[in-house]
């Protein structure tokens, strides 16, 4: 995380590669890691509700669905 470089952006995936919304997230939630782990989620689901384009927030709980879905299996 620390000192992790963003990925490269690949030809045709532009900010829809998911691996860069993966990055910029986690970039969002260390912002906000000072605030305290319950403030700090909702600071970072606020900013990513009030900032990032819908199919850039779909992209992201498409990629997260099957994770949490395995998890509770």
């Known amino acids: 995380m620390v000192g992790e ?38 600071a970072t689901a606020k900013h990513i509700a009030e900032y990032w384009e819908p199919r850039m927030i779909a992209a992201l709980e498409d990629q997260a669905q099957p994770e949490f879905e395995r998890i509770l299996d």
């Not at 490269?8 to 995936?13: K, M, N, V």
């Not at 590669?17 to 700090?40: K, T």
């Open 5 to 42: 470089k963003p990925p490269d952006q690949r030809a045709g995936g532009g900010m829809m590669d998911i691996e860069r919304l993966n990055y910029m997230a986690n970039q969002i939630a260390r912002n906000f890691a000072a605030l305290g782990p319950v403030e700090a989620e909702k």
